[in-house]
């Protein structure tokens, strides 16, 4: 064995110097290494042997400076030799930089806040705005007849808080700066007037300067009617002529609703606002008094008011469909359903078509509400057409949805437009016995033989 590669034996004084040479050894007096004197330390230091220390102490010595934790075992004192200016101008930097910490926290603090402060603003005066619309078309104030007495020459502020405290309107700074801007004072008569207190306002101030006591006459608008439907209805009942109505539906200003503004394109619509006229039950006042605008817009605000209520507007959102879609697709629903059951079928059918369909060479709807449009029926269309009419949106002929709705669709189908029931994921084809009984096919020939099975 090479002589410089032999290892000491145990128990030798050569082992023990040779074990001692790469540990140091630190107590209270000084920093003792137990090393041969040739040695040096990690810091260049000359490394000496403590004779006064037993091999047992310094094995002990040893251990203990093995199980102290950090890099560093000798604590140095550093004396601080900056003069007075240096030791200011050191303090003064770092003020300055506790400083600038301390804006841009307080600056990320103020813009947070004044985020919130401009969301909350927006909130506050947007339900501001809603209650102001609605109470300009008497929309949520309890029906009643009150009393009111009206005295002469009376002033804008006067009729305000008059009709105010017998509760005909909600907010008086809306309805006080409409009179403002739409009449003239000297208009409204004095004398006691019987008034509901559910009137919009320029039914409200029409009453109040009228020479007697204006006709009101209540229209019901079924669900999935029509607006050539609603049209003769409004005509019937002496609130205007079908042509004034249809007239309106399509060449009037309403894009002030959301339910108008968001429609998008109307290319290709027979009547704009199909669709978007809410089914309900509404006073006009009688003997085409009642101006289009007024009437038009309690529909409007009654669809806009019937979604929110029950927060469709925001499932829409969500739907993946197109907000004029979605209205559309429940119009044909509402059409084509025997109830609120088959109304959730019919989604699913109509969902697998509209999704999936042209994997199985289906690249229609196939609806019959649609083959007439804007006709119900071809006994609808005028006989001079009858023979010959085809509409833009019969669903047999185009591919996918039709241009826009073709009724009103009440609450229940457009809920089911959002949500197809589950148990159709698999139907492709519905339709309905002569007894009205609904029926649902994967394939044509399970249709077909389920159509001729009655």
């Known amino acids: 064995m090479n002589e410089q590669n032999r290892r000491p034996q145990d128990g030798t004084r050569e082992y023990q110097e040779h074990t001692r040479a790469f540990d140091p050894v630190q107590d209270d007096r000084t920093m003792i290494y137990d090393a041969p004197l040739t040695g040096t330390t990690n810091h260049g230091q000359r490394r000496q042997v403590d004779p006064t220390r037993s091999v ?22 550093v004396p601080d030799i900056r003069t007075e200016e240096e030791r200011m101008a050191t303090d003064k930097k770092e003020h300055k930089r506790r400083d600038k910490i301390k804006r841009r926290k307080n600056r990320h603090i103020f813009s947070v806040m004044w985020v919130l402060m401009v969301v909350l603003l927006s909130l506050t005066i947007s339900k501001y705005l809603i209650s102001g619309s609605n109470d300009f078309f008497g929309v949520n104030r309890v029906h009643e007849t009150v009393t009111v007495d009206i005295p002469e020459n009376v002033t804008i502020d006067q009729l305000t808080d008059i009709l105010y405290e017998k509760q005909v309107i909600n907010k008086p700074e809306f309805f006080r700066l409409y009179c403002n801007l739409t009449t003239d004072v000297d208009l409204f008569r004095q004398g006691t007037f019987q008034i509901e207190t559910d009137m919009d306002y320029e039914g409200i101030i029409n009453y109040l300067q009228s020479e007697g006591e204006m006709e009101t006459v209540e229209v019901t608008f079924y669900e999935g009617m029509n607006v050539l439907q609603m049209a003769e209805l409004l005509e019937e009942n002496g609130v205007c002529t079908a042509d004034e109505f249809t007239d309106a539906v399509n060449n009037m200003d309403f894009s002030d609703y959301w339910c108008v503004k968001d429609i998008g394109s109307t290319e290709g619509t027979y009547y704009k606002l199909e669709g978007y006229l809410f089914p ?50 429940a119009s044909i629903i509402q059409a084509e359903a025997r109830d609120v059951e088959d109304m959730y079928m019919i989604s699913a059918v109509l969902h697998n078509r509209l999704e999936d369909g042209y994997y199985y060479d289906i690249h229609t709807l196939g609806c019959d509400s649609t083959t007439y449009y804007p006709y119900k029926t071809k006994e609808d269309v005028p006989a001079d057409q009858r023979e010959t009419f085809k509409s833009t949106y019969d669903t047999y002929t185009i591919e996918g949805l039709p241009a826009g709705p073709i009724c009103s669709p009440g609450i229940d189908a457009i809920k089911a437009a959002l949500n197809p029931s589950p148990d159709g994921a698999y139907y492709y084809y519905f339709g309905h016995h002569s007894d009205g009984t609904p029926y649902y096919s994967e394939t044509l020939a399970e249709h077909e033989y389920q159509r001729d099975s009655e």
């Open 56 to 77: 047992q102490e310094q094995t002990q010595a040893r251990r203990a400076v093995r199980n102290q934790s950090g890099p560093a075992r000798t604590n140095h004192y």
């Open 280 to 329: 309900s039950k509404y006073d006009f006042y009688a003997n085409n008094t009642e101006e289009l605008e007024s009437i038009i817009g309690k529909m409007l605000n009654s669809f806009e008011t019937n979604l929110e209520d029950e927060g469709l507007v925001e499932q829409i959102k969500k739907s993946g469909y197109s907000y004029k879609d979605i209205i559309t697709l």
